[in-house]
């Protein structure tokens, strides 16, 4: 299974949302194979490395996403991943945009596909380190959740 995170410009959710997925990934056994991936709507950010901001929390949870680009979603992602995961409504609607006459890919806002309302992931780049670490937070229950249902389905 392939799944892609998406947020807004690639350089805050969704690179903690890949990299708290990612590292989980790769310390279960049961879930060898999944892959992951992020992207944004924008492309203001391509290249980039993820703001510091959020490569300090994650730094802080043992999860090094120093290494991420950002990228901008393409229509042709909707044919490589199998599951496309977006922070927040505004994204989701912008992504589906995209992606309208591409096939494939199954799209959700993260926390709801999570089973946890269909309520955005906050979108912490104007706020403080605090939002940043409220937005980790936010990512890691969600994660937990996403992970436990996709092992549901194995």
Request: charged share 25%; glycine share 12%.
């Amino acid at each position: 299974m392939k799944i892609l995170m998406v947020c807004l410009g690639n350089i805050c959710r969704s690179p903690m949302m890949e990299g708290w997925l990612r590292a989980e990934v790769a310390r279960d056994p049961m879930l060898a194979g999944l892959e992951v991936d992020s992207a944004g709507i924008g492309r203001w950010h391509v290249g980039q490395a993820p703001d510091a901001r959020a490569i300090k929390v994650a730094a802080r949870h043992g999860v090094d996403i120093s290494d991420q680009r950002a990228k901008q979603l393409q229509p042709q992602d909707f044919e490589r991943f199998d599951l496309m995961l977006f922070a927040d409504a505004a994204t989701l609607r912008d992504g589906r945009e995209c992606g309208r006459g591409q096939g494939g890919a199954e799209t959700a806002l993260y926390l709801q596909w999570a089973g946890l309302g269909a309520q955005d992931v906050l979108d912490p780049y104007y706020g403080s380190e605090a939002d940043f670490e409220h937005t980790w937070q936010q990512v890691a229950e969600g994660g937990r959740a996403i992970l436990a249902r996709i092992k549901r389905g194995l």
